[in-house]
């Protein structure tokens, strides 16, 4: 019977799986398959209960110091019976103690909400290169499938005329070289798939694996990258840093004062003398030996440390987000005039026809299968390139839940 509950918590989570693989299967573009993977991945998750560690610290941060009860029993000299000291003290915060630390535990869960957008900014955008990928590579393995296709057909050729004299012996060699090179290319491509489709795996899309519907579309028009002026998690992060480094330091302050406990006491004795008194008890600190000046020293020393940091960020983010444009602005450009005037796929099936009328030679034929392999290679990292860096350079400016691979009416 102790077996049923943990069994029945397997059945849950693995139909809860089932469920989550279905809507990115049904997922009807590539933004709808982004959002759902996002929607079930466990390092949002964990970003998630470290916010939630950090909001349980505001309400751990602002809690009163519970009051403490001194009770001693002593024997009376002098007389029969035990004298009775008791006192009730209540230990009060003096400089506001308690308010500097609500103060900064408050700004170090706004920090940790920044975190939770910085790892999904970084998530989505090493899933959309995921997604391209997943298309260039579908692309790649066809031409290669094709020219292993085409080298197979030449050596089979080779091999019906016969007895082959040696310079035929040498181009079916040469062939079969070729055969074999694109083999391991396309070995190459097939782990590379594999890595990719084990991410889908990690986040609980076992058997996932997007249609040709579901992938980015080919790029033929790049937006424009506008002046963005709206800070973005990183900025947001640097100024929260400052103002954290701020209430660290009151708190220091606040801790130079020291603590005080009042409260009633009360005392019972026996005999003819004694009776029963009333009073009240003080119990207080001396800033003596003490007055926390290590502690304001080391935060002014981090108050310093935040505001150059924030400086160089600032700095660091307008060098960044030119060469980020740069590099999508000389990427996208390549890849539409490569994609526009090379129209690689009309000289390819010229090249066949001119193969199968003989009139190409066995190197020249090698050499023309290699180039488009090569060709489609530079393409598609001159189109990774513009892509990474047109969604970093969003991340610079804003969160990326707002932004979409397509645009509402057509391709962006």
Excluded at 265 to 280: E, M, N
Excluded at 290 to 302: D, E, Q, V
Aim: aromatic share 8%; hydrophobic share 40%; charged share 25%.
């Amino acid at each position: 019977m102790e077996r049923f509950p943990s069994v029945f918590v397997v059945i849950f989570f693995a139909l809860l799986s089932i469920k989550v693989s279905a809507e990115c299967t049904t997922a009807k573009n590539v933004d709808a398959v982004v959002e759902c993977l996002l929607k079930g991945h466990p390092q949002l998750t964990i970003s998630k209960a470290d916010f939630d560690i950090a909001n349980a610290n505001v309400s751990k941060s602002s809690q009163f110091i519970n009051p403490t009860l001194d009770w001693e029993l002593t024997e009376a000299q002098g007389a029969s019976g035990f004298t009775n000291e008791l006192a009730l003290m209540q230990t009060i915060e003096l400089g506001s103690k308690r308010t500097a630390r609500k103060k900064l535990a408050q700004v170090q869960k706004d920090i940790q909400s920044l975190g939770y957008q910085k790892v999904y900014n970084k998530l989505k955008i090493n899933l959309i290169l995921d997604l391209y990928r997943l298309r260039q590579i579908e692309h790649e393995s066809e031409i290669i499938e094709e020219n292993q296709t085409t080298f197979k057909r030449m050596i089979a050729q080779y091999k019906r005329i016969g007895r082959m004299n040696p310079e035929q012996e040498i181009s079916v060699n040469i062939f079969s070289m070729a055969a074999s090179e694109v083999q391991l290319k396309l070995q190459k491509l097939k782990n590379e798939k594999d890595k990719i489709l084990s991410k889908f795996a990690l986040i609980g899309e076992q058997d996932f694996k997007p249609k040709p519907t579901q992938l980015p579309p080919i790029d033929h028009n790049w937006p424009d990258l506008s002046i963005e002026q709206s800070q973005g998690v990183l900025q947001k992060e640097a100024t929260l840093k400052v103002e954290e480094s701020n209430k660290n330091y009151k708190l220091e302050s606040a801790e130079a004062w020291p603590n005080i406990s009042v409260g009633p006491r009360l005392i019972t004795s026996p005999g003819p003398q004694g009776g029963t008194f009333w009073g009240a008890a003080v119990s207080l600190e001396l800033p003596i030996l003490n007055s926390n000046k290590g502690g304001k020293a080391k935060a002014l020393a981090l108050q310093k440390k935040s505001k150059l940091n924030g400086s160089l960020l600032k700095r660091r983010i307008e060098v960044e987000a030119k060469r980020l444009k740069n590099a999508y602005q000389r990427s996208s450009t390549s890849y539409t005039k490569a994609l526009s005037v090379n129209e690689i796929q009309k000289k390819h099936a010229r090249v066949h026809r001119m193969i199968k009328r003989g009139v190409v030679s066995p190197p020249l034929v090698i050499e023309l299968h290699r180039q488009a392999i090569e060709f489609y290679e530079a393409l598609h990292q001159q189109e990774l390139e513009a892509v990474k860096a047109r969604w970093l350079y969003y991340s610079l400016f804003s969160n990326l839940d707002n932004k979409k691979i397509i645009k509402i009416g057509g391709v962006k």
